[in-house]
Nanobody
Framework: QVQLVESGGGLVQSGGSLRLSCAASGLTFSSYAMGWFRQAPGKEREFVAGRSGGSTTYADSVKGRFTISRDGAKNAVYLHMNSLKPEDTAVYYC?????????????????WGQGTQVTVSS
């Protein structure tokens, strides 16, 4: 049974940092796509960052502030978030998709975590 579990969310002041973790069981990340998405109240789920193989890609809104990384030994993916802004407040989800590229469409992903709340105060 595939399971993705996010952790690391919380409340942080504007300009602060957080590291989100996504631990996987029942699958191996390998070179397939891992994505981070977020969803704010009343808004659609949006792509934040992703990686497939050695390639990474980011939404323009987080480029230069967020970094996605992977630890193969721990079968985990991380989202390092710096210079956080109030508009980054959302529930953050990790997702896995059996693709050799990084889809930005959430419908393409096969498995999802339960989400972790990130709240950035001004």
């Amino acid at each position: 049974q595939v399971q993705l579990v996010e952790s690391g969310g919380g409340l942080v002041q504007s300009g602060g940092s957080l590291r989100l973790s996504c631990a996987a069981s029942g699958l191996t990340f390998s070179s397939y796509a891992m994505g981070w998405f977020r969803q704010a109240p009343g808004k659609e789920r949006e792509f934040v960052a992703g990686r497939s193989g050695g390639s990474t890609t980011y939404a323009d809104s987080v480029k230069g502030r967020f970094t996605i990384s992977r630890d193969g030994a721990k079968n985990a993916v991380y989202l390092h978030m710096n210079s956080l802004k109030p508009e980054d407040t959302a529930v953050y989800y990790c997702a896995y998709g059996s693709r050799w590229y990084v889809p930005r469409d959430p419908e393409v992903y096969d498995y999802w975590g339960q989400g972790t709340q990130v709240t950035v105060s001004s």
